[in-house]
């Protein structure tokens, strides 16, 4: 069996990886390997690096890039029996043939309700709790479901650790006042939206606001993203809502509303209705309603 292991997550990635090397008795660790490598991946050669005595057959190989490799391909038509090779990558190019006929396995980012259950069990671990809001608020400082973002669980983990020194329950109050705010983004403001948090919401937008290239058009394209994929989901009864802040009992009639407000923001920038400075606070008021921007002040 060969089997690659890749995806943007890199913790989960790594503790399969070292689950599956633990596992094995005597496994063989093999160097990054080049194109013309043959004489690694070569049958017998691969076959050579075994004691025949040994029960467990077991290759690990971790490379930055996997890409084009016919070596590997020419292994792939005939691999041998009883030797498993588990590959782990750090970036694959699924434009080559090895990646398409290769068995694989990904490791993406987690969900929202992933997220909760993995930060309660880790604290668990450490006979430990943590607040749902703690960790949402932890994502949201932390950038972790910000598209361009390489925050991972490794980033959660470590501020976990650190606010564990802290108190054995992890709280909001917490987070907000240990752990600094790296990212106010859309996904920021869509979670603020959709906790009611205003005050914290408008304190986003002025940041966002005085950021160098900061384009209103961009961040409401974001928001009307985060809401369309939200529309998607509910439309598909998959229930997921992978990567999307809304709530979860939103109707497809609110989000609609939703993506037409924020439609009629973009459309105001580009025809000079809005300055592109302000254009982010007029829209998000309206998404709101003018009720609640009134409250908040």
Known sequence: ?????????SYLLGEAYKKKLSECKNPIILDDFTDGSISIMGQQSLFDLFDNTAEDKKCFWHTEMLG???ALEEYLKHPLDGVDLFIWADAVNKNTRLFKTIEKQEFKKLSYESLE????????????????????????RTGYFQKESRTDLYD??????????????????VVEQEVPNRYADAYTLARLIMAKNYKEL??????????????????????????????????????????????RDITMQELVHYMEILADGIRKVKTGCYNDRNALRLTVIQLIGEECYEQKG
Do not use: H, W
């Open 1 to 9: 069996m060969v089997l690659l292991m890749y995806g943007t997550e």
């Open 117 to 140: 259950r993995f930060c309660a069990d880790y604290m668990t671990g450490m006979n430990g709790a943590i607040e749902p809001a703690a960790v949402m608020e932890l994502a949201d």
């Open 202 to 247: 408008f304190a986003s937008i002025d940041i966002l606001s005085k950021e160098k290239g900061f384009s209103s058009i961009a961040t409401l394209s974001l928001l009307m993203r985060n809401y369309r994929c939200a529309y998607q989901e509910l439309f598909l009864e998959s229930g997921k809502f992978y990567g999307v802040v809304c709530r």
């Open 68 to 70: 084009a490799n016919k």
């Open 156 to 173: 959660i983990v470590r501020e976990i650790d650190k606010l564990a020194c802290l108190d054995a329950t992890i709280t909001k109050a």
